[in-house]
């Protein structure tokens, strides 16, 4: 399917924001979950969905916000799932893609005026098969419904914002570049994760690492959210291995007259820092490096992590099971399980130290594969999950004979 008006078709429908949405006829058959199931609930008062992930035989949920619906929807269609029907109060969109990658669309009108509205606002003129009650008329290769609903992204389109212009994905008077409008809403999606868990930190006061930072996209505009949109008094560091990429941020920081972000040059294993630290961002920080940042922030005391992390070979070297052989006799399995298996272990290692966590899917600027993201908050984990938590790291350990090095840190082994 290609990334332009056939992904247009579904964004008007889904900027709408219906009422449920299910996803069915997998495409990619190592997926965990046979169908998913995504319906709009009243949440604390707000709207919100639910997700209903359905693997063949048990059911999992996951609430997620209303503003997420478009991102969770074309995470999975049509790279996952081949077929995608959305419910309305008044119609039912059908989306299917062939075996080819071509689109095919249809809607569903409940009453002929509705319909005969529908063949209006129709742009190429779609066939009409019939428009009496509760016939199908046929949509495809037009535009299925009017854009009548803005998407709220916290870096509002028309707004110069320094670091998004120097991508290359806002224009030097703030419009979106067409052709990075997917990066656009990723850029958006990391700050999403990062305002739930900031609305309700204690205090104005943040001092920030970013452990592995790279060419620093993500943390200048981490910065620029926080400090320009947000009003927090932010303190924030970046540190890397490369000496010519930190200088080129320093450079940058000044540039844009960061005066309280800063760039270093060290290694994540060993760094120490004499100031508390209130959030550690790491980013794709490779293999064992991801374990020492979250150390590092767990004997810190950070009050919020963030973590997406990169290559996992570790446990991968190690794996073996004479009871589990099926899950490791293939190189492709055993990889990925793998890399399942170190950020379940990272979880729980950061839930045993006290941290509410969670594991949800992030798409980086570079608009790499599905990853990761581990977001741990300090504070409200019982003593028995902790120990529940700490005896499924155990446990785990144990049946595949392995050694994670975050497990041995925080043991002290």
């Known amino acids: ?23 069915s006829s997998l495409r990619d058959k190592a997926y965990l979950y046979k169908k998913t199931v995504i319906q709009k609930i009243n949440l604390k008062g707000r709207e919100a969905y639910q997700m209903e992930c359905f693997t063949d035989k048990q059911v999992f949920h996951e609430n997620v916000e209303i503003e997420q619906l478009i991102q969770m929807v074309f995470e999975r269609f049509p790279s996952v799932y081949s077929q995608l029907n959305v419910f309305g109060e008044e119609k039912q969109w059908d989306f299917k893609v062939t075996k080819k990658g071509k689109l095919l669309s249809n809607v569903h009108i409940k009453n002929k005026k509705q319909a005969d509205s529908a063949i209006v606002q129709m742009a190429s003129g779609g066939e009409n098969e019939n428009t009496s009650s509760g016939k199908r008329i046929s949509v495809e290769g037009s535009v299925l419904m009017p854009h009548n609903r803005k998407k709220n992204y916290l870096l509002q389109e028309g707004t110069v914002v320094p670091p998004l212009v120097d991508l290359g994905i806002f224009t030097k008077d703030g419009k979106v ?8 809403k990723q850029i958006n999606r990391f700050l999403e994760l990062v305002e739930d868990v900031v609305k309700d930190y204690p205090g104005k006061n943040m001092h920030i690492i970013d452990f592995g930072c790279g060419k620093s996209y993500l943390t200048f505009i981490l910065y620029y959210y926080l400090v320009e949109l947000k009003g927090y008094e932010v303190h924030m560091t970046g540190l890397d ?105 990272r979880a729980n290692v950061l839930e045993y ?30 003593k028995a999950k902790r120990e529940k938590a700490k005896e499924e790291i155990e446990r785990l350990c144990r049946e595949f004979g392995i050694r994670q090095t975050l497990a041995e840190l925080v043991s002290g082994e």
Request: charged fraction near 25%.
């Open 177 to 184: 570049v067409q052709r990075m409008y997917d990066k656009y």
């Open 241 to 345: 291995l490369k000496e010519d990429v930190i200088r080129k941020c320093n450079e940058t920081a000044k540039k844009y007259r960061y005066e309280n972000l800063h760039f270093e040059l060290g290694d994540i294993n060993g760094y120490q820092t004499t100031e508390p630290v209130d959030m550690v961002v790491t980013l794709h920080a490779c293999d064992t490096a991801t374990d020492y940042a979250l150390y590092n922030a767990i004997t810190w005391n950070a009050g919020i992590i963030l973590s997406v992390p990169c290559c996992q070979h570790e446990v991968n070297a190690q794996i073996k099971s004479e009871n589990l052989s099926l899950l490791t006799k293939y190189g492709i399995v055993k990889e990925r399980m793998s890399a399942l298996m170190t950020d379940a272990v």
């Open 1 to 23: 399917m290609s990334d332009t008006l056939e992904q247009k078709k579904i964004t008007d429908v889904l900027e709408n924001f219906p009422e449920r949405l299910v996803l």
């Open 353 to 382: 130290c006290g941290y509410r966590t969670q594991l949800l899917e992030f798409i980086d600027i570079a608009h790499s594969p599905k990853n990761i993201l581990i977001r741990a908050v300090k504070g409200n984990v019982s």
